[in-house]
């Protein structure tokens, strides 16, 4: 298995992400950036979230892939290149590879480059035909891809994490990829759907609170890169379906006032005041097909489960 890196140091991911909390902690409305969610303890608590009832787009994602890659396979007849998107543990695409005939390359980009490089070493011992090409790099940020990848390619990008940027990011992060998989390629991307507010509100209020740990990890987490004091205890989980702008947000709410340490600043708190952590914005498949079309994307196929409660579509460039 060959590897390619665009990895920033240690001290360069410090320094960043130190410059993101600091930017966002000391706006009137303090935010932070969801994809500080994901250290290694974050990681596990999505996966625990994957595994929960209430959190119905994992699994309802998982039941449709292997319909999706059946269909795909009748259209992919030529030679194909996958390059995938926050690959993660490599899960989803096995169910792709499973069906797919001509794909000669596939390509996980992930920021976890360690957890990346094993799921990698595994996923070519199952698959010796392919050329598994691992890059560690944030995929939210713009990079040509190797030029030693010729074929046309087919994106892929599922989970919804589409739903975590906001419809301007995410107009940007597809005009960015249309861009670098170049003419003639395909993406297929998952998105969650529009629905009842009192599913989407269960499926980000479960009742063993493992969304509510993965919520407050993300001061852990900025407590041991930027040495910060935060008690994770002091700030309470808050999540809610906002039906205007079609979106879950995840807050934090400060239980009482308090002044927080962050790389010698100090940040204050006032009781009953929060975070904005996450968005996660739910899509009709119309909606989705005009924000797609607006940064060059166009309608192939489009399958949905029979409650509706997941989308995934095949686009063309
Ligand atoms: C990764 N992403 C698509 C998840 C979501 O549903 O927006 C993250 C998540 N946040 C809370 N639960 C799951």
Redesign the pocket.
């Given at each position: 298995m060959q590897t390619s890196q665009f990895a920033v140091t240690e001290g360069d991911f410090r320094s960043l992400f130190i410059r993101d909390v600091l930017d966002g902690l000391q706006q009137p409305q303090k935010s932070l950036p969801?994809k500080y969610?994901y250290d290694s303890q974050g990681s596990q608590y999505?996966d625990q979230?994957c595994s929960l009832n209430e959190?119905y787009?994992y699994r309802t994602e998982l039941s449709m892939l292997p319909d999706v890659a059946r269909d795909l396979n009748s259209i992919l007849q030529d030679p194909w290149e996958i390059v995938e998107f926050g690959a993660g543990s490599l899960v989803k695409i096995r169910l792709l590879l499973q069906q797919l005939d001509n794909i000669e390359h596939y390509v996980p980009i992930d920021i976890a480059g360690d957890h990346l490089r094993q799921a990698s070493d595994r996923l070519q011992q199952e698959f010796p035909q392919l050329t598994v090409l691992p890059i560690e790099a944030d995929f939210t940020q713009p990079a040509p891809l190797p030029e030693t990848l010729p074929l046309p390619k087919l994106g892929f990008f599922p989970?919804?994490?589409i739903?975590?940027f906001s419809p301007e990011q995410a107009q940007f992060f597809l005009s960015n990829i249309r861009q670098s998989l170049g003419d003639h390629s395909r993406l297929l991307i998952g998105v969650?759907t529009k629905k009842d507010p009192s599913v989407l509100h269960n499926?980000?209020n479960d009742s063993m609170g493992v969304?509510a740990a993965?919520?407050r990890n993300i001061l852990n987490h900025i407590n041991r890169i930027c040495g910060a004091d935060f008690d994770p205890q002091a700030f309470a989980h808050y999540?809610f379906y906002n039906p205007v702008a079609g979106r879950?947000e995840?807050h934090l709410i400060s239980t009482l006032a308090q002044q927080v340490s962050i790389d010698d600043q100090m940040i204050a708190f006032s009781e009953g005041e929060n975070i904005h952590t996450?968005n996660?914005y739910k899509y009709t498949p119309d909606e989705f097909l005009a924000l797609a079309a607006t940064s060059g994307w166009e309608r192939e196929r489009i399958w949905l489960d029979k409650a509706q409660m997941f989308s995934v579509f095949l686009l063309s460039a």
């Open positions: 969801s969610f999505f979230i959190y787009p989970g919804s994490t739903g975590n969650d499926a980000y969304t993965f919520n999540a879950i995840m996450e996660s």
